[in-house]
């Protein structure tokens, strides 16, 4: 929530133990998906910014850094 009162429009959390990354997309009142993330856990997923619309990366590309 605090977060969102700030403005933030998209976050991204990174667990590289579990190397999992959780994706969090606002709109105008509440989360998208029922406030629920898009949690990507496959090597071959690909992130998609809305907020950078040119930008993906694996996560093969995060965690192999």
């Given at each position: 929530a605090a977060y969102q009162q700030a403005g933030v429009k998209e976050y991204w959390i990174v667990d590289p133990l579990k190397k999992i990354v959780s994706l969090y997309f606002f709109q105008v009142?509440?989360?998208?998906?029922?406030?629920?993330?898009?949690r990507l856990k496959e090597?071959?997923?690909?992130l998609?910014?809305?907020?950078l619309s040119e930008f993906e990366m694996t996560l093969e590309e995060i965690f192999n850094q």
């Open positions: 009142d509440a989360f998208l998906d029922s406030g629920l993330p898009i090597m071959t997923d690909i998609h910014s809305k907020e």
